[in-house]
């Protein structure tokens, strides 16, 4: 839908309650008064009065016919006469005057405009408060177009763009049917795919360039070995100093290239590891906020509620191991994923345990003792974006975080985090 088309609806909209409301307050003129009508009933009051053999002002019988005539009779000579007469003219109304066997007996009184007056006020009150509620209700449609259409998706967009600030590159930014925005949100949704194929053509490009370090550093070690190992049989063969002292100083600087070849090698191999974790009493209330923000799918149903206390962890650290079993049960099971909190009370420890149990294939035998190695990609991963390092990088965490990742099949694949209580 237009935006031009929302603001034309509005607009016809505002016209139609005003014309509506005005057409109800217009109810005819209230200064019209039909005397023939008035008339008529004065004839019938005036018979009646005079089939009764006298006329009492508080009587019964007069009463009940004052009720059913819709009008009053006031007798000449009772004490509020005056007072009442006068109060029907100030109220404008229709006054007649009954003359009984050619007596001046009372006057007949007819409620006149004051009435009339009050009826109309009435109607035209409920009239406006339908035609304003009607606008509302209207209102309230043309708002909820305007926020599905036009509010919602920059919503959606803001929720995206922190995951993309977080490096989630795996979440599927969801674009709505009939959205204003459609292109504009699919662009966003394109960004996102190719900052995930940079990311993976980064992450390839270092691989490559550590596996070549690695397999210099390890064709080098060779003849280096080669080198020591001559400057060790040398000084047996022969008796000369200068030689020997050479050879010498050939070993040690063998030594010196071994060693930075050693160090380059592992730093190469071992260069994850220098992601630092900082743990740090935090309230385990953290943890709910983490696991629902994963849930893009519906998928994750959690049961029982989180202890209550005091956690040794670091948040962000944490976070990411939660990110990276809760995505890899997207990537690899793609179903409904359980969550349940239990508690370790061990003498030797305290913990809070979080079960995480998706319903997919699992993990083989042959691969489960190797799935938290570094860059190890079981053989359910075919066809699935990956680096073999998220498991990993959860195990490395929770270790520096004095807790533990523990794996294993049932009916699925089950992971579990056990987080260290602050005793």
Same mark, same amino acid.
């Given at each position: =839908?237009?935006?031009? *088309? ?91 005057? *009954? ?34 509620? =009607? ?176 956690? *040794? ?54 691969? =489960? ?28 965490? =929770? ?25």
């Amino acid at each position: =839908m237009k935006m031009r *088309y929302i603001f034309i609806s509005l607009l016809v909209m505002i016209c139609v309650g005003l014309s509506v409301t005005y057409s109800y307050i217009g109810v005819g003129d209230i200064t019209d008064i039909d005397m023939t009508e008035y008339n008529d009933k004065f004839k019938q009051v005036s018979d009646y009065l005079d089939g009764l053999d006298k006329i009492t002002q508080n009587s019964e019988k007069l009463k009940a016919f004052e009720k059913k005539s819709k009008c009053k009779v006031y007798v000449i000579g009772d004490e509020f006469y005056d007072s009442n007469v006068g109060n029907s003219i100030k109220h404008q109304d229709v006054l007649f005057d *009954y003359y009984k066997n050619g007596k001046y007996t009372a006057k007949i009184v007819f409620p006149g405009q004051q009435e009339k007056i009050k009826g109309i006020y009435y109607q035209v009150k409920k009239r406006i408060f339908i035609s304003f509620a =009607m606008m509302a209700v209207l209102m309230t449609g043309i708002i909820a177009v305007i926020y599905i259409s036009y509010i919602r998706p920059f919503n959606t967009l803001q929720d995206f763009a922190k995951q993309i600030a977080k490096g989630n590159l795996d979440m599927p930014l969801k674009v709505y049917k009939n959205n204003y925005f459609g292109a504009f949100t699919e662009s966003f949704d394109i960004m996102r795919e190719e900052l995930a194929k940079a990311k993976k053509g980064e992450y390839e490009a270092n691989k490559s360039k550590k596996e070549l370090v690695a397999e210099l550093s390890h064709d080098i070690k060779t003849p280096v070995a080669t080198i020591k190992a001559m400057c060790e049989v040398i000084p047996f063969q022969t008796k000369d100093e200068k030689v020997i002292e050479k050879t010498e100083i050939i070993g040690r600087k063998a030594d010196v290239i071994d060693s930075l070849i050693t160090d380059m090698f592992h730093a190469t191999l071992e260069e994850l590891k220098v992601l630092k974790v900082n743990p740090a009493e935090e309230l385990s209330t953290i943890i709910i906020p983490m696991i629902k923000q994963m849930d893009y799918f519906g998928k994750i149903h959690i049961h029982g509620e989180c202890p209550e206390c005091l956690i *040794y962890a670091d948040k962000l650290r944490l976070n990411q191991v939660i990110d990276n079993v809760i995505n890899n049960s997207y990537k690899y099971a793609d179903t409904d994923i359980d969550i349940d909190f239990s508690e370790i009370t061990e003498a030797e420890r305290e913990g809070i345990v979080i079960t995480l149990h998706d319903y997919g294939n699992g993990v083989s035998d042959e691969d =489960m003792p190797l799935i938290t190695e570094k860059f190890y990609r079981g053989a359910n991963s075919d066809g699935c974006e990956g680096s073999g390092l998220g498991l990993y990088l959860s195990q490395l965490f =929770m270790s520096e975080m004095e807790g533990e990742l523990n794996c294993y099949n049932d009916n699925g694949f089950v992971v579990k985090i056990i987080i260290k209580k602050v005793r």
